[in-house]
């Protein structure tokens, strides 16, 4: 009988027009590059007091087949499971997110879901769930190691602990996205961090909506009302959305997400962006 991970990994190729072959470097940065350009991010269910979905059947579901997107718990879960299903070995890791903050800055909770890929051409991770700073390739673990992409540069760095910290280099200095270690992360974890962040009274999750989605060509970003559409070279339009219907297309036209199943979506643009 076809397991249910097979079957959703064979759609989620056929939805990023990538063919199966050997688990190899060479796939596994086409379909990085693929998923981040086909299926946004977006916290539309927390925003709207919606539980996501955290099993691999849920995730699947509402990605794949549900043209909609997700935050990191849901990217990078059905990311595990569709390189697990074609062959790679892959473990799941969990972090904690330090973009925006300083080194010095109080340690965040370890709510970042991330993957740990070994093939026989070295160790990298993969990652499609960090909305506008996402790497959009896979990236070799090793210390120093500038790694560029279309939208930015980025390298790994080691702490006073040992853990790894990746690092991204856009139009300015070096800024520390996460930390994270190599123990594999059970289920319980990431199911605990995304109840955490739909729930808690203060995650920017739950009051403000955020959406993304980045081709080799353009990131396209959705901060509240504010539209962004930046291309590779750095040139940046910016659009300032006047009303809930405009978010709302704005998220079908611009970032591909079917808001046809959020209910009650602009009531909360409404209630949040437009007293």
């Not at 909770?109 to 993969?126: A, K, M, N």
């Not at 009274?201 to 009051?207: E, I, L, M, Q």
Request: net charge negative; charged share 25%; glycine share 8%.
């Amino acid at each position: 009988m076809t397991s249910t991970v097979t079957t959703s990994a064979a759609a989620y190729l056929d939805l990023l027009g990538v063919d199966r072959a050997t688990p190899d470097r060479a796939l596994l940065d086409r379909v990085v590059t693929a998923h981040n350009a086909t299926i946004p991010f977006e916290n539309l269910d927390p925003f709207t007091g919606v539980e996501p979905p955290t099993t691999s059947d849920g995730v699947a579901a509402k990605l794949v087949h549900g043209r909609r997107g997700g935050w990191c718990f849901e990217h990078n879960r059905l990311l595990y499971d569709v390189l697990a299903a074609v062959g790679y070995q892959v473990t799941p890791l969990v972090g904690r997110v330090r973009l925006g903050l300083a080194p010095a800055d109080p340690p965040t909770s370890r709510t970042h879901r991330l993957t740990l890929v070994d093939t026989t051409e070295g160790r990298f991770t993969v990652d499609a769930g960090f909305g506008s700073t996402v790497p959009t390739t896979a990236l070799r673990l090793v210390a120093g190691l500038e790694q560029p992409t279309p939208q930015a540069t980025y390298r790994y760095a080691r702490d006073d602990h040992g853990a790894w910290v990746l690092q991204r280099r856009g139009s300015g200095d070096w800024a520390d996205q996460y930390v994270f270690d190599l123990v594999p992360a059970p289920d319980v974890d990431f199911a605990m961090g995304s109840w955490y962040l739909t729930h808690h009274p203060a995650s920017h999750f739950r009051t403000g909506l955020v959406a993304a989605r980045t081709t080799p060509e353009h990131r396209t970003t959705l901060d509240g009302t504010r539209l962004t559409v930046r291309t590779a070279d750095g040139d940046a339009q910016r659009h300032d959305l006047t009303s809930p219907a405009r978010v709302r297309d704005a998220l079908e036209e611009h970032l591909g997400v079917d808001t046809g199943a959020v209910a009650g979506l602009e009531d909360r643009l409404r209630e949040v962006y437009f007293r």
